[in-house]
């Protein structure tokens, strides 16, 4: 590998990771919430590490160049069978074909 390449993957990596917090506290100021009891679901451990997975993803491909926006744009409801499911080549191909059918 050269040295240009290593710099332009710990540029990328930095990029990412910048737009995965970016796109998870923007995602916080939502205030989702579930069930009758519309428990906050930023207070559940598990859900928010499937928005964190959703935000990398989202990050992962908009920095590889794909038409893919770095923030979470779906409603819950069609997030939600990505939560608890969905793995993270699941949700690649799942936020590829959403710019596709759009």
């Known amino acids: 590998m050269?040295?240009?390449?290593v710099v332009v993957a710990v540029e990328d990596d930095f990029v990412i990771k910048q737009l995965t917090n970016d796109c998870f506290q923007e995602w916080q100021t939502r205030d989702w919430r579930l069930?009758?009891?519309?428990?906050?679901?930023?207070d559940m451990p598990s859900y928010v590490e499937a928005i964190k997975r959703i935000c990398g993803a989202s990050a992962e491909l908009f920095v590889e160049g794909?038409?893919?926006s770095p923030f979470i744009?779906?409603?819950q409801r069609v997030i939600l069978p990505f939560i608890f499911s969905g793995q993270n080549a699941d949700v690649r191909q799942w936020l590829?074909?959403?710019t596709t059918d759009d």
């Open 96 to 98: 590829l074909n959403a």
């Open 73 to 75: 744009h779906q409603s």
């Open 2 to 5: 050269s040295p240009l390449t």
């Open 35 to 42: 069930g009758e009891d519309a428990a906050r679901v930023a």
């Open 66 to 68: 794909y038409p893919v």
